[in-house]
């Protein structure tokens, strides 16, 4: 049997998003989406998952950018003096170098954000991270222990199969393959992920898909992930959002790329050949 996950990220970034994300959902082959609890559209993020109960919503744990949720004190090493989060994955993994935060600082945050979602009423299907910072070993102890704490028993293993990361069907230029050298790198982590996991019995999907194909998932990229698709429950992570001012005001890289995976993600023609191919379409719950 085959299932399919797919996870929209970044719920919560900006109301555009948010609203792609939805429509992603209701005409479209999304899924999941994972809710930033620093995001500047939370609130409407929140609304948007209660306008529609059978989107599954996790949280996307963020130690990279925005602001931090926990109170200031707690997290002193890990923020700057106005309260944000390291600005980029390559200044979080310094300090993680470095010694300089500790790991109590870590969970704090984590913790902060889980129960900033969950005052909202909303009850996490699982977690995975913003930049895929749980790769890291520390950042991926954290994360079991907060899970396990809250009571959420699913989470992401973020490692995109080798084969797929150096294909070169999945995509070129020079951020392309940073991205996929650093995803190289971190699958360097993946026993040890799934060993932690696995002694909490927390559940993950089999397989993982979206890095490779981040900001150029179109059509033909979902279509050819899923004639590959393996037996088990695969998750794609993907970035849908309508562009606005908002976004391209943004810190973020993806902006018009949002709304072409939007565009692929509602295809008719993707829709059908999930269908033809008898590929089950669930969320986190469905590891149940």
């Known amino acids: 049997m085959k299932q399919l996950i797919v996870n929209a990220d970044d719920f919560g970034y900006t109301r555009g998003v948010n609203a792609g994300i939805v429509r992603g959902f209701r005409e ?5 989406a994972t809710l930033m609890a620093n995001g500047v559209a939370f ?4 609304e948007c998952a209660r306008a529609n109960p059978s989107l599954g919503v996790g949280c996307h744990l963020v130690l990279v950018g925005g602001e931090c949720v926990a109170p200031e004190k707690q997290v002193r090493s890990l923020i700057d003096s106005d309260g944000q989060l390291p600005i980029s994955l390559p200044a979080l993994l310094a300090k993680l170098a470095r010694g300089s935060v500790p790991s109590e600082e870590i969970e704090n945050e984590l913790r902060a954000q889980v129960e900033r979602v969950m005052a909202a009423g909303i009850q996490p299907t699982h977690f995975d991270s913003h930049k895929h910072t749980h790769a890291h070993p520390r950042v991926m102890e954290a994360l079991v ?6 009571g959420v028993r699913r989470v992401r293993q973020p490692f995109e199969d080798i084969g797929v990361l150096l294909h070169p ?12 050298a650093v995803a190289c790198i971190a699958r360097a982590n993946a026993p ?11 559940r993950m999907p089999n397989h993982f898909l979206g890095v490779a194909a981040t900001g150029r998932l179109n059509q033909r990229a979902i279509l050819s992930m899923i004639d ?3 037996d088990g429950t695969t998750e794609l992570m993907c ?5 606005d001012a908002d ?8 902006k018009r790329e949002r709304e072409a995976e939007l565009q692929a993600l509602t295809d008719p023609g993707v829709r059908a050949a999930v269908r033809e191919r008898d590929i089950r379409l669930v969320d986190f719950r469905g590891l149940d």
């Open 28 to 32: 479209g082959i999304v899924t999941s």
């Open 43 to 46: 609130e409407d993020a929140v």
């Open 145 to 150: 222990k907060v899970a396990c704490a809250v």
């Open 169 to 180: 069907a999945s995509g070129g230029g020079v951020s392309s393959w940073k991205q996929r």
């Open 192 to 202: 040890r992920f799934r060993k932690l996991a696995n002694s909490q019995h927390l």
């Open 228 to 230: 590959a698709m393996r």
């Open 239 to 243: 970035h849908p959002g309508e562009y």
């Open 247 to 254: 976004l391209e005001q943004s810190r973020t890289r993806l």
